[in-house]
């Protein structure tokens, strides 16, 4: 395709605005990441983010193919996990081309960019992030990281031949992103009183804890084996409610409330 | 990304209908052709032609890249000249990445889909046929193919960065055809697993009033002017996980357990 027109400057229509961050879970190839690179570049984002890549990092094989999207690579931060890579981060969406079993929002691309532009629009200045969760090549994300996430974003494709280029996935979602314009929003919205906040992941993740040890210490998880599905079950519940801040806190209290002995 | 689901038929919604074909002018590498060919298949296309790829063909990388889009490699046509490989098209489009020097109509992916559509859609019984032209890795097409051509689709992408992967250009433009091609469903839903359903207002019910009596029991309300605002606030975010029939029985033995404790 045509080549980069260097008389351009590197300014976006869009470049002021805070734009969503793309997070790669535990990619295989460092050609896939350079090329994800290079089409997340295309779509004006710049924000990558790395959970263990499989053959290490940095890698020249990513450098290589990302095809002068160099600064995306150079500035990629590497991550442990995917609770680490989205604890900053005020909305999570995780991205598929199949159905999953499992209880979640979903939307397109072109929605969840809607939602996306809208939510970092009225974060924008209090510090709210977005970021966009892909799995690995073959097997595309664990339901673990599906739990983490607010929303899935289903890339509609051929359901007899849904296997997607990683960088295509990133293209697909990245492009739908860059598309929009700045004035269109969702006509569904999360009013949310001026003083409060979206949750933070980190501050998500602390409920959680607390939640499961007080859980643990309850006796619920009883049936060893299943403990594993009911957290995820009882935290993919959580996230979708989209809590802010001071609900974090509240639910909190309430776990705390109601596990205290009383006070006689 | 997820695989793809093996207990489909690999037929698609529209496989009846007449599609556009893909034309790959001059590809370089046979790792490119393999790329757009299993784009084109996760966007139901099927119809590639290639005007001299230069490593020649057939192409073991081609096929390999295709990563199982092998019946497209397969049944690829090859061609001499961009004019022979239009020959028995009735509409033909050409694809850039940055505005041309020449009087042409442009339009968007989503506008040449649409076009598409409606051109195949009446002209498909006569043998109507669309072709959509790329150009090379580097330069793109030339401006004797763009000649050829009815319109140019112009893909919006960052003019900083516009140097697009020949795969990435063909998945946009598919993808658009395919997106169309959906029936006009929310772009939000709540997808969930089969053997559940969303919870009923009774249930929900069920379980707020349970978990206020034990909040009232644990003294959670100790300000009492302050609980009518608190039991809203926590029924509203419950309220807004869209919780379904397992998950509210999940919630009321997580109150249950919880207080257990308390009480022991």
Redesign the interface.
């Known amino acids: 395709?045509?080549?980069?027109?260097s008389t351009?400057?590197?300014?976006?229509s869009h470049s002021l605005s805070p734009r969503p961050a793309i997070i790669l879970v535990e990619p295989q190839l460092g050609d896939n990441i350079g090329?994800a690179a290079?089409?997340m570049?295309?779509?004006?984002l710049e924000e990558l983010r790395l959970v263990k890549p499989r053959d290490g990092w940095p890698s020249d094989e990513a450098l290589a193919a990302a095809?002068?999207?160099d600064g995306v690579i150079e500035k990629a931060a590497l991550f442990d996990s995917t609770s680490d890579a989205i604890a900053d981060l005020g909305r999570v969406y995780a991205?598929?081309?199949?159905?999953?079993?499992?209880?979640?929002?979903?939307?397109?691309p072109?929605?969840a960019a809607?939602?996306i532009r809208q939510f970092l629009g009225a974060e924008g200045e209090a510090g709210g992030k977005v970021g966009i969760l892909?799995?690995r090549?073959?097997?595309?994300l664990k339901n673990d990281d599906l739990a983490l996430s607010d929303?899935?974003i289903m890339?509609?494709?051929?359901?007899?031949?849904?296997?997607?280029?990683?960088?295509?996935?990133v293209?697909?979602v990245g492009?739908a992103w860059?598309?929009l314009g700045e004035d269109e929003t969702s006509e569904?919205e999360l009013a949310m009183p001026k003083e409060t906040r979206a949750a933070e992941k980190a501050e998500l993740e602390g409920l959680f804890g607390h939640?499961e040890e007080?859980?643990d210490?309850?006796?619920?998880f009883h049936v060893t084996e299943k403990r594993p599905v009911?957290v995820r079950?009882?935290r993919n519940?959580?996230q979708?409610?989209?809590?802010t801040e001071q609900?974090v806190r509240?639910?909190r209290?309430?776990?705390t409330?109601?596990?205290?002995?009383?006070?006689t």
């Open positions: 395709m045509a080549g980069t027109d351009k400057t590197p300014s976006l090329m290079r089409a570049l295309n779509c004006g095809s002068g999207a991205t598929t081309a199949r159905p999953r079993d499992m209880t979640c929002r979903v939307t397109t072109t929605g809607k939602e892909f799995g090549e073959a097997k595309g929303a899935l890339i509609p494709v051929n359901p007899a031949f849904s296997s997607l280029n990683l960088a295509q996935a293209f697909a492009h860059f598309g569904t939640l007080e859980l210490e309850a006796g619920f009911m079950n009882l519940m959580l979708r409610a989209g809590l609900e509240t639910l209290g309430v776990v409330s109601l596990s205290a002995k009383r006070k």
